[in-house]
């Protein structure tokens, strides 16, 4: 089989690039349809390399469907190696030595995705992080990657007062910064099919999680006159047009959270703002149990921007956790490579 393009398709290659060729869009459509799925689900992304699938995907795309696929389109090629995960190599994490030195951090979903990222950069600041998580095997392997640095870590559900209580005690008399990370999708759906079971699982690990765990942070905050709280919302806080009801309520909910807490306890030395990402590549699960949700989302997120890798996310929040931040307070910063802007 050959294809029409001057140089062999690979895991390098845009999804659009192995769309657009005849070969390779036969060979992925095939794939796809396999799976119940069409290649309209990947137009949000059409601008990636084949490659970021792979870690997208949450195993339902392995590295050795790739190889297959490439040899499938390359007859008698070698299969390429993967790409890096970040489409283009163009901006490169530079950590600022000492930035949290003497400071305690609690960071939530630090398993996986933005919270393992923003772990991540705190440790190698200088900060000694509460690393909170509900895997236990997801917590074991950030600990072990992170071998010499000041890591604490706690399974524990935040919308639980136990779970929550733990936490502030591991973090011990002093918490400097808190990273509200930890959070859920909803399934795509409008209010007129929204289930109760959904509304109420979005609105008790984005919100109620969120406020339970700030509500805990505050009295050590306050006895040491300074703290930062950074929570995360969404560009669903921004626009309605990104995710279903429950998630879209839940963030701009977060956001109210966020606001009110700035006014409240900004002359006590306390900084509260939240950062709105756009299409971070995580394992939160986006599912659209909705015929009409999906396509109107899908609809609206043809114009954003690629999807990151989460280190991107760390940046924006390590600055607004840190003391570079210190004049910034209340806000709902858009961290979405422009695509509020849009």
Known sequence: MSTTTTAPLTGASTIQTWLDDPAGGAALRGLLAQGGQSADALAPIASLPLANLVAMSGGAFPQAALDALIAQVNPGAVAAEPAAETPKAEWA?????????????????????????????????????????????????????????????????????????????????RIDALANIAGIMDDMTPVGDVTDAVWDRVFRVNVTGTMKLMRAVIPAMLAQGSGSIVNTSSEASLRGSAAGAAYTA?????????????????????????????????????????????????????????????????????????????NVNGQNLASDGGWSAA
Do not use: C, W
Not at 127 to 141: C, N, P, T, W, Y
């Open 93 to 173: 994490e530079k950590i600022t030595a000492g930035r949290f030195t003497g400071q305690t951090v609690i960071v939530t979903g630090a398993g996986s995705g933005i919270g393992r990222a923003t772990a991540s950069r705190v440790a190698r600041e200088g900060g000694r992080v509460i690393a909170v998580d509900v895997s236990q095997e997801r917590l074991d392997e950030f600990v072990a990657a992170h071998s010499g640095a000041d890591v604490v870590a706690l399974t524990a559900d935040i919308t639980d007062d136990e779970g929550v209580a733990r936490i502030i005690e591991a973090a011990g008399d």
């Open 250 to 326: 839940s963030k701009h909910a977060v956001v109210g959270l966020t606001k009110s807490s700035a006014f409240m306890y900004g002359p006590s030395g306390i900084r509260v703002n939240a950062v709105a990402p756009g299409a971070v590549i995580t394992n939160i699960e986006a599912k659209f149990n909705s015929p009409l949700g999906a396509d109107r989302v899908r609809t609206g997120m043809a114009v954003m921007a690629p999807p990151v890798t989460p280190d991107r996310l760390a940046a924006s929040i390590t600055f607004l956790l840190s003391d570079d931040g210190v």
